[in-house]
């Protein structure tokens, strides 16, 4: 079974500062990772995944994430946070030998980017 | 290429009643998940529907129920609503191999049970 445990229900951070949004995993298989960003009165937008060998993965908006499997982390991060930044953050593990199975979701991070 | 849409946008029922909510995915997608967002329990997986067959569900009692028709379009249906059940109700596409699959989700219908 797979897990998400994103730390911190609420992270606020000055406009131009660096933003770190944390997520952990549980998975007793190989998981495909993602980190998902939700606007009030929106669905969720993709901003990454992680679905290789590559353990830096680049996304939109200038996001990024690393994963590190011996600290089962997927942390998301981005240089300079900008105004239109500021969303709810959901970070998504889904096991990888079984072939679309559902996303199993972290509680989500509201981000608060402050002037 | 259009988004994944779903209707209504907003719907308000009351206790003991049945809802229908609907969704269209984007074209030539043919896997349709829905979840369930709640403040309380987060987002959580209801069911998913690949080629009209609900290939998984999540842990939902069986008021919840859905179906995909031929041209991909998902319906999931709610009998004997419960106050518990006011969520914003996510449906999400895909192209549906066996291999990961990005998910495309829709706005979400709000529903509101009274």
């Known amino acids: 079974a797979q897990s998400v445990t994103q730390l911190g229900s609420h992270v606020s951070v000055s406009e131009g500062a660096l933003v770190l949004l944390r997520c952990n995993y549980s998975s007793s298989v190989p998981p495909y990772l993602f980190w998902y960003v939700q606007y009030p009165n929106q669905g969720l937008q993709l901003l990454l995944k992680?679905?290789?060998?590559?353990?830096l993965v680049k996304g939109i908006n200038d996001f990024e994430a690393e994963f590190k499997k011996s600290e089962t982390s997927f942390h998301l991060t981005k240089p300079s946070a900008h105004m239109s930044d500021a969303a709810e953050y959901f970070c998504?593990?889904?096991?990888?030998?079984?072939?679309?199975?559902?996303?199993?979701f972290g509680k989500g991070t509201r981000l608060s980017v402050i002037a | 290429k259009a988004g994944v849409t779903q209707t209504p946008r907003y719907l308000i029922k009351t206790r003991g009643q049945q809802v229908t909510l609907s969704c269209s995915p984007i074209s030539g997608h043919r896997s349709v998940s829905w979840y369930q967002q709640t403040p309380g329990q987060g987002l959580q997986f209801l069911f998913e529907y690949f080629s009209e067959t609900q290939r998984n569900k999540g842990n939902f009692p069986g008021r919840f129920s859905g179906r995909q028709f031929s041209n991909s379009r998902s319906e999931m249906n709610v009998s004997t609503l419960e106050l518990g059940d006011s969520a914003l109700y996510l449906c999400?596409?895909?192209?549906?191999?066996?291999?990961?699959?990005?998910?495309?989700f829709g706005p979400g219908t709000r529903l509101t049970v009274t």
């Open positions: 992680y679905t290789s060998a590559a353990t």
């Open positions: 998504a593990v889904s096991a990888r030998n079984s072939g679309n199975t559902p996303l199993v």
């Open positions: 999400a596409s895909s192209l549906g191999g066996n291999d990961v699959n990005e998910q495309y």
